[in-house]
């Protein structure tokens, strides 16, 4: 059986990994009632179950770094890994695409 | 590493199998077009020559490291780092298009879980795998609508982002589909008063609004039933977290861009747009879909299907030409999404909305600064400032801070405008740069002349 429980059908109210500040106060703190949803209905998961959910799915998935795939051109080939930690670059990864031109020499120079 | 890595060993083996020569015999190019000589390259670098080479570029983007309120559609939020942990997995960078569904199992049901997500957020009955991002979606959206109706306008607000309504444009002139624009409030939303009046024409396909719009404001159209479809624009989903389903004021598809989940900004891209819908446009809905079903022995099983809506279909009967998704963008926002979870994304939110209350505030007491429009924003609303905008950002950047994008860019008549926003990582001494900076720099500029204040 390969299907697991959907993300949906797992979790808890109380789950919550709180990364970032918790708030108190509602919404309607800062916006008219009128223009806020009622309830939010996704499931808080801790890290460990979203870990676990994920990694299941990886053990369900072929992809080329396991074996030969003979479909799809792209892979036909192997990306090195140096291309990824190049793109995750913060200074490449954290560039806004508004970001003045002079503040973006790399990107810049990287596409010329 | 090297992209081709067969030794001689190798080659010689392979002629042998298929009882060749040399590699010259299997490459049948004519004379007259072989390439004769090497073509200008440089040679290659070693790995690490090019680890040292792109740190250096990435050295020379200055940007990241100023204080920054650059939002218009792509936004800087929290990713935490349990989604690079999940998704750089070679499993999922390196699979193929899940064609064959018994060993893709995995990818499709986060693909699945993926659409149900979007489906959650937007109200709506069901997303497709992903399409490129927000402008792409729209564009996509805008031709459901058009072969749905048979109708060939659209109105669309101004208020929408200037970049997703260049590329619908691109389409629709294509398409022979004509366009026209509905102008902004002073409350920043979109201007509906002569909507009905212009609907009972009956030539549009669908009335188009973004909510939160380029301007940061709550955008939306009336809940009773117009005569044209509704399409609901979102570049900022977060907001979804708090607002009012587009589906509850009748949206038949909604469509946005999911970059704020956990996708990196990347100086524009990869992003990830999506697309959903009522289930009455099921059979017009482009791109991929992956559907739950059973397999042969009752189980539970994934899979890509209507897939003859645009793939395994005649060119001219197809209801679009994309036949691909944002699978691994998509996978990281569902990652992202599972980890924030409802109280997660909530806390975000209200953390934007605080935030953003704060960077307003703030700016609002710089004497000379105010808020260009009044109607209730998200994490982004317009400042209006006494002088050209463009002055104001340059004399501002000079102090390391990007105070926003300036909407001269876009709309002439707003060239005193800028569109600042704040999310969760923004800091009280972003926000105190920003505002001693105003408080600086204004007096030392060229005042413009404006008419009326917020």
């Given at each position: 059986?390969?299907?697991?429980?959907?993300?949906?059908?797992q979790?808890q109210?109380?789950?919550?990994n709180?990364?970032?500040?918790?708030?108190?106060?509602s919404?309607?703190?800062?916006?008219?009632?009128?223009?806020?949803?009622?309830?939010?209905?996704?499931p808080?998961?801790?890290e460990?179950?979203?870990?676990?959910?994920?990694?299941w799915?990886?053990?369900?998935?072929?992809?080329i770094?396991?074996?030969?795939?003979?479909?799809?051109?792209?892979?036909?080939?192997?990306?090195?890994?140096?291309?990824?930690?190049?793109?995750?670059l913060?200074?490449?990864?954290d560039?806004?695409?508004?970001?003045?031109?002079?503040?973006?020499?790399?990107a810049?120079?990287?596409?010329? | 590493?090297?992209?081709?890595?067969?030794?001689a060993?190798?080659?010689?083996?392979?002629?042998?199998?298929?009882?060749?020569?040399?590699?010259?015999?299997?490459?049948?190019?004519?004379?007259?077009?072989?390439?004769?000589?090497?073509?200008?390259?440089?040679?290659?670098?070693?790995?690490?020559?090019?680890?040292e080479?792109?740190?250096?570029?990435?050295?020379?983007?200055?940007?990241?490291?100023?204080?920054?309120?650059?939002?218009?559609?792509?936004?800087?939020?929290?990713?935490?780092?349990?989604?690079?942990?999940?998704?750089?997995?070679?499993?999922?960078?390196?699979s193929?298009?899940?064609?064959?569904?018994?060993?893709?199992?995995?990818?499709?049901?986060?693909?699945?879980?993926?659409?149900?997500?979007?489906c959650?957020?937007?109200?709506?009955?069901?997303?497709?795998?992903?399409?490129y991002?927000?402008a792409?979606?729209?564009?996509?959206?805008?031709?459901?609508?058009?072969?749905?109706?048979?109708?060939?306008a659209?109105?669309?607000?101004?208020?929408?982002?200037?970049?997703?309504?260049?590329?619908?444009?691109?389409y629709a002139?294509?398409?022979?589909?004509?366009?026209e624009?509905?102008?902004?409030?002073?409350?920043?939303?979109?201007?509906?008063?002569?909507?009905?009046?212009?609907?009972t024409?009956?030539?549009?396909?669908?009335?188009?609004?973004?909510?939160?719009?380029?301007?940061?404001?709550?955008?939306?159209?009336p809940?009773d039933?117009?005569?044209?479809?509704?399409?609901?624009v979102?570049?900022?989903?977060?907001?979804?977290?708090?607002?009012?389903?587009?589906?509850?004021?009748?949206?038949?598809?909604?469509?946005?861009?999911?970059?704020?989940?956990?996708?990196?900004?990347?100086?524009?891209?990869?992003?990830?747009?999506?697309?959903?819908?009522?289930?009455?446009?099921?059979?017009?809905?482009?791109?991929?879909?992956?559907?739950r079903?059973?397999?042969?022995?009752?189980r539970t099983?994934?899979?890509?299907?209507?897939?003859?809506?645009?793939?395994?279909?005649?060119?001219?009967?197809?209801?679009?030409?994309?036949?691909?998704?944002?699978?691994?963008?998509?996978?990281?926002?569902?990652?992202?999404l599972?980890?924030?979870?409802?109280?997660?994304?909530?806390?975000?939110?209200?953390?934007?909305?605080?935030?953003?209350?704060?960077?307003?505030?703030?700016?609002?007491?710089?004497?000379?600064v105010?808020?260009?429009?009044?109607?209730a924003?998200?994490?982004?609303?317009?400042?209006?400032?006494?002088?050209?905008?463009?002055?104001?950002?340059?004399?501002?950047?000079?102090?390391?801070?990007?105070?926003?994008?300036d909407?001269?860019?876009?709309?002439?008549?707003?060239?005193?405008?800028?569109?600042?926003?704040?999310?969760?990582?923004?800091?009280?001494?972003?926000?105190?740069?920003?505002?001693?900076?105003?408080?600086?720099?204004?007096?030392?500029?060229?005042r413009?002349?404006?008419?009326?204040?917020?």
């Amino acid at each position: 059986m390969l299907a697991s429980p959907l993300i949906f059908e797992q979790g808890q109210a109380g789950r919550a990994n709180h990364y970032l500040p918790h708030h108190a106060e509602s919404a309607d703190a800062y916006l008219p009632q009128e223009l806020l949803r009622e309830d939010l209905p996704l499931p808080d998961n801790t890290e460990l179950d979203v870990v676990r959910h994920f990694m299941w799915f990886l053990y369900c998935t072929f992809g080329i770094d396991i074996g030969f795939y003979p479909l799809g051109s792209c892979t036909m080939k192997y990306n090195p890994r140096i291309n990824d930690a190049v793109a995750n670059l913060p200074g490449l990864r954290d560039l806004h695409p508004f970001a003045p031109d002079e503040l973006a020499q790399g990107a810049l120079a990287v596409m010329w | 590493m090297t992209y081709t890595p067969h030794t001689a060993a190798d080659i010689k083996a392979m002629l042998e199998a298929v009882g060749a020569k040399d590699l010259a015999e299997l490459v049948q190019v004519p004379d007259d077009v072989k390439l004769r000589t090497p073509l200008e390259l440089p040679a290659p670098l070693s790995e690490s020559e090019i680890a040292e080479k792109f740190t250096a570029l990435a050295a020379r983007n200055e940007a990241p490291s100023y204080a920054s309120f650059l939002g218009a559609g792509v936004y800087r939020h929290y990713v935490p780092p349990v989604i690079a942990a999940l998704a750089m997995r070679g499993e999922f960078l390196t699979s193929y298009t899940p064609y064959q569904a018994e060993v893709s199992q995995g990818y499709l049901q986060a693909i699945y879980e993926w659409q149900t997500y979007i489906c959650l957020l937007t109200g709506m009955d069901l997303a497709n795998a992903s399409v490129y991002d927000g402008a792409t979606a729209l564009a996509e959206g805008a031709i459901m609508v058009v072969n749905a109706t048979g109708r060939h306008a659209l109105l669309v607000s101004k208020a929408v982002h200037p970049n997703y309504r260049a590329v619908l444009k691109t389409y629709a002139d294509g398409l022979e589909v004509e366009i026209e624009e509905l102008d902004y409030l002073p409350t920043g939303s979109t201007d509906l008063a002569n909507l009905k009046e212009k609907l009972t024409s009956r030539k549009y396909a669908a009335v188009i609004v973004q909510s939160p719009n380029f301007f940061g404001a709550i955008d939306t159209l009336p809940k009773d039933d117009l005569d044209a479809l509704k399409i609901c624009v979102v570049a900022e989903p977060l907001s979804l977290a708090v607002l009012a389903t587009p589906r509850s004021w009748g949206a038949d598809i909604c469509v946005g861009e999911a970059q704020s989940f956990g996708v990196a900004q990347a100086y524009g891209g990869p992003h990830v747009g999506f697309i959903a819908c009522t289930k009455h446009r099921m059979r017009g809905i482009p791109g991929r879909l992956v559907g739950r079903t059973v397999d042969t022995e009752g189980r539970t099983a994934y899979v890509l299907t209507l897939q003859a809506r645009e793939q395994h279909i005649r060119r001219e009967r197809a209801t679009s030409n994309i036949c691909t998704n944002q699978a691994h963008c998509a996978l990281i926002a569902t990652i992202y999404l599972a980890a924030m979870g409802a109280t997660g994304l909530r806390d975000c939110a209200l953390e934007n909305l605080s935030r953003a209350r704060e960077t307003r505030n703030g700016v609002c007491s710089v004497p000379g600064v105010s808020a260009r429009f009044t109607g209730a924003t998200f994490n982004e609303f317009v400042m209006r400032v006494p002088s050209r905008a463009a002055d104001v950002l340059a004399a501002l950047r000079r102090r390391r801070v990007l105070a926003g994008v300036d909407l001269g860019r876009f709309y002439p008549e707003l060239d005193d405008c800028i569109l600042t926003t704040a999310t969760e990582l923004t800091t009280q001494s972003d926000i105190d740069a920003l505002t001693d900076g105003l408080r600086t720099v204004l007096p030392t500029l060229q005042r413009k002349e404006f008419a009326g204040v917020c």
